[in-house]
């Protein structure tokens, strides 16, 4: 999709954007179903915003795609992650079959779940010495995001799995807005206090080591960032450019769309689904100006909180769809 660097630059100038005609029109519906108007509170919201990127008054999801991207990380040479990094192939072998929590919840909430290993398992560089990948190497995984988008889906979740991506997600936020280390690490897969204190420190070198390299968005992903982190902006961007409506999932899926916060109203396709309980995920909702549709103390990652915002969504188009007007119905207003 992006042959050159520059391709991906001109991709983010060149961004669909909401119809607003039928934003308009399902506002207007909505006034006229048999309800105190605003009482169905979000819901409402959610149904005008699904019609505006569908380009339909009355929207539906007949197809809805989940992915989740997994990778490696180089960074865990550094001693931050207190799992090995071949819980990351595991985990994946157990996404195909069906046993982890995100396949019980795409199951619930009816999608279409697909897995992507990237690159087969191999991990990035580390980001202490310098770039997390090379340039062509971030190009391949945004490219792999990008392609796994299936065009025909009505919404889009993202999610993803990686031993280690918790530091590289808080080396991204640290890259992308600044401050200390401290302001953004967490316990990830279950880091102690000792733990958490070395991955502010590995983060802060991080930033160091990168410094003048973090200047665009594709930069920062490729220096601080993660094949999964890369290929979920690809998907993003995708979804963006053929006007499909995106969930993303809890803080390292919204860590790793940080960087493009550059890009004039890059998110205004984008519901967050959920406030994870790792420690900078407030932090980085409000840098982004985004409030998440609910918070469940969840940290799990994998989609997990997309496919349940799904459930909400479906909802609130059942809602849209569903109830008669006041005239149907014969009420006087």
Same mark, same amino acid.
């Given at each position: ?11 983010? /100038? ?7 005609? %039928?934003? =308009? ?36 999801? =007949? ?36 046993? $982890? ?50 065009? =025909? ?10 031993? +280690?991506? /918790? ?14 280390? /401290?302001?953004?690490?967490?316990? +990830? ?11 502010? =420190? ?30 979920? %902006? ?42 994870? $309980? ?24 994998? +989609?997990?909180? $997309? ?10 188009? $059942? ?15």
């Amino acid at each position: 999709m992006f042959e050159t660097v520059n391709d991906f630059q001109a991709s983010l /100038s060149n961004l669909t954007t909401k119809n607003e005609a %039928c934003f =308009k029109a399902a506002f207007e519906h909505q006034k006229q179903l048999t309800k105190p108007p605003g009482s169905l509170g979000k819901l409402e919201e959610y149904a005008c915003f699904m019609a505006a990127w569908q380009g339909n008054e009355r929207p539906e999801i =007949k197809l809805a795609q989940a992915l989740v991207f997994a990778g490696n990380h180089g960074v865990c040479n550094q001693g931050v992650n207190p799992f090995p990094q071949e819980v990351t192939m595991a985990m994946v072998e157990n996404f195909r079959n069906g046993g $982890a929590a995100i396949n019980q919840l795409a199951t619930h909430s009816n999608a279409d779940l697909n897995i992507v290993l990237l690159s087969d398992g191999q991990a990035t560089s580390d980001i202490t010495v310098g770039p997390a990948m090379t340039e062509q190497e971030c190009l391949e995984a945004i490219n792999s995001g990008a392609a796994a988008v299936n065009l =025909k889906t009505d919404i889009l979740l993202l999610g993803e799995m990686g031993i +280690g991506n /918790s530091t590289v997600s808080s080396a991204l936020c640290l890259g992308t807005f600044g401050g200390v280390g /401290s302001d953004w690490v967490g316990a +990830g897969t279950g880091s102690d206090s000792e733990g958490i204190i070395k991955k502010a =420190k590995v983060i802060e070198r991080a930033r160091a080591v990168n410094r003048e390299g973090l200047n665009t968005p594709f930069q920062i992903l490729m220096s601080l960032g993660g094949r999964e982190q890369a290929a979920i %902006c690809g998907a993003l961007i995708a979804a963006r450019l053929n006007s499909i409506p995106v969930i993303i999932d809890g803080f390292i899926a919204s860590s790793a769309i940080a960087p493009l916060i550059s890009v004039p109203e890059i998110y205004d396709h984008v519901i967050f689904a959920h406030q994870s $309980a790792e420690a900078g995920h407030g932090r980085l909702l409000n840098k982004l100006g985004k409030v998440p549709m609910f918070d469940l103390g969840m940290r799990l990652g994998e +989609g997990s909180g $997309a496919a349940l915002a799904l459930n909400i969504i479906r909802a609130s188009l $059942a809602c849209h769809n569903g109830m008669a007007t006041f005239a149907e119905a014969g009420i006087g207003t």
